[in-house]
């Protein structure tokens, strides 16, 4: 069964939880989904077990704390450590699906930009190499910081009561501003210096396509290589 589907049950079996197990469950399925690190397959397949035994234990009248613990936090580490971590190449595959991905759509905007409003505010198509090389290293940067605070935030709030997630809320809007501004700051001071090239709408768009069908291609292969081996 590959992940796609264990999710899938996953998430039908979980309703049939009570109260009481299913905060103790999506707590510990949660805390190792964000273990990236992991291999995805072997975490959602020890997940699955975990949950069938739960729902044997429940129909026999056991609560979660009473099966695996009353320290979830711990038993869930415990369960990382026995899993395998994701092989490397997977994780260079999911960052090269994800880089194409935030490429494709930036250059699809741009061009739909230039194409809707290049009449009215007279946008520039010239593309500073330099420059543009600074921003998109400033973004993905971004997005690898933004994906580890918001996992970390996920970790210190799981297996707690619910007060701190307003402070987490605000946490995540102030790290979310400040990264706005950075890439507004970067886009108004470094500009319009270093070796240049026009790119129209057109170019723009048609590229940012192919960027798109590139990622489109690498998930799915990915996808298809998960069924073969399940």
Do not use: C
């Amino acid at each position: 069964m590959n992940v796609n589907e264990l999710i899938k049950q996953n998430n039908e079996k979980r309703e049939n939880l009570n109260e009481e197990n299913k905060k103790y469950y999506t707590d510990l399925m949660l805390y190792i989904r964000t273990k990236l690190t992991l291999s995805e397959q072997q975490a959602e397949e020890v997940l699955m077990e975990i949950l069938d035994h739960l729902l044997e234990a429940q129909e026999e009248g056991k609560t979660a704390s009473q099966v695996f613990g009353g320290n979830p936090q711990a038993f869930a580490d415990e369960l990382i450590e026995q899993l395998p971590e994701e092989e490397k190449r997977d994780m260079v595959k999911f960052i090269g699906q994800l880089a194409f991905s935030l490429v494709g759509w930036f250059l699809v905007t741009r061009g739909l930009v230039l194409l809707l409003f290049t009449n009215f505010v007279g946008a520039s198509t010239t593309v500073y190499i330099i420059p543009t090389l600074i921003i998109f290293g400033l973004l993905a940067g971004i997005v690898f910081l933004s994906v580890k605070v918001i996992f970390g935030l996920i970790h210190q709030s799981l297996f707690k009561e619910k007060s701190a997630d307003k402070m987490n809320l605000i946490k995540v809007g102030l790290f979310g501003g400040g990264s706005f501004a950075v890439i507004l700051g970067a886009n108004y001071f470094i500009r319009g210096f270093g070796p240049s090239f026009e790119f129209p709408w057109s170019a723009s768009i048609g590229a940012g396509t192919v960027f798109l069908l590139i990622s489109w291609l690498m998930k799915f292969k990915t996808k298809h290589s998960i069924v073969s081996k399940g």
